[in-house]
């Protein structure tokens, strides 16, 4: 099956620093990765989709300075908190799209990467 | 406006008994139906999805989801809940974009 991965899997950081989250698909090729965040006990939030070699389409109310996204190639997207403070501390999940195979309507997602700014 | 409503923040059921998590919708096209496990500090495991067709549809681990049109409902079953159930619970929906909408979870516990 498709499978995602995300790297770090977690990553601790002192406030001011920038961080950066990798997201790749390993057996297929996605033009379209999403990037979520979840605060404890909630559900995901969807910050942005990401368009291999355009800008990122961000939600409404997310900062897209605060938070790049460079999607340079088919199977790597990249997530750079910038001026990490403690506020951006939380679990973030990416997803992304197989339109080659037949579940072309499904997202397959990554097992999260967890931030915690000091 | 698009969005999902799963009713039960928590759940809790002794294990070998019946599981039901329910999940309403609302879009105004056909939807695209999920339901996804989450582990505590692991990422989204997909139990089954509906996209057309049957609307019983089996997944892993002995899961089934029955699509109801006319509630807009897309509840979550299972006949014999075991230990290793326990975990959040997320009901979402495919909506134009290819975005997915996800429900708020419900936390399923399971008592010896």
């Known amino acids: 099956g498709a499978v995602v991965s995300q790297h770090p899997s977690r990553v601790i950081c002192k406030s001011g620093t920038s961080v950066k989250i990798e997201c790749r698909s390993l057996?297929?090729?996605?033009?379209?990765m999403f990037w979520y965040r979840q605060f404890p006990k909630k559900s995901l939030m969807l910050m942005a989709t990401?368009?291999?070699?355009?800008?990122?389409?961000?939600e409404q109310g997310v900062e897209k300075d605060k938070f790049l996204i460079n999607h340079a190639s088919l199977t790597l997207s990249t997530l750079t908190v910038t001026s990490a403070h403690p506020e951006d501390s939380s679990f973030y999940i990416c997803?992304?799209?197989?339109?080659?195979?037949?579940?072309?309507?499904?997202?397959?997602f990554g097992p999260g990467t967890r931030l915690t700014v000091l | 406006a698009q969005s999902v409503t799963q009713p039960d923040i928590h759940i809790t059921v002794s294990e070998g008994a019946s599981l039901e998590l329910r999940c309403n919708y609302s879009?105004?096209?056909?939807?695209?139906l999920f339901w996804y496990v989450q582990s505590p500090g692991q990422g989204l495991q997909l139990l089954l999805k509906?996209?057309?067709?049957?609307?019983l549809v089996q997944g892993i681990k002995g899961f089934e989801a029955e699509f109801k049109r006319s509630q807009s409902s897309f509840n979550l079953r299972k006949p014999s809940v075991h230990w290793s159930d326990a975990a959040e619970y997320f009901c979402?929906?495919?909506?134009?974009?290819?975005?997915?909408?996800f429900g708020a979870g419900t936390r399923l516990f399971v008592k010896a």
């Open positions: 997803s992304a799209r197989d339109l080659a195979g037949a579940s072309y309507n499904e997202q397959f």
């Open positions: 057996d297929f090729q996605a033009t379209t």
């Open positions: 990401s368009n291999e070699g355009s800008k990122a389409t961000y």
């Open positions: 879009y105004g096209a056909t939807p695209y």
């Open positions: 509906y996209f057309s067709g049957d609307t």
């Open positions: 979402a929906v495919g909506v134009g974009g290819f975005k997915t909408i």
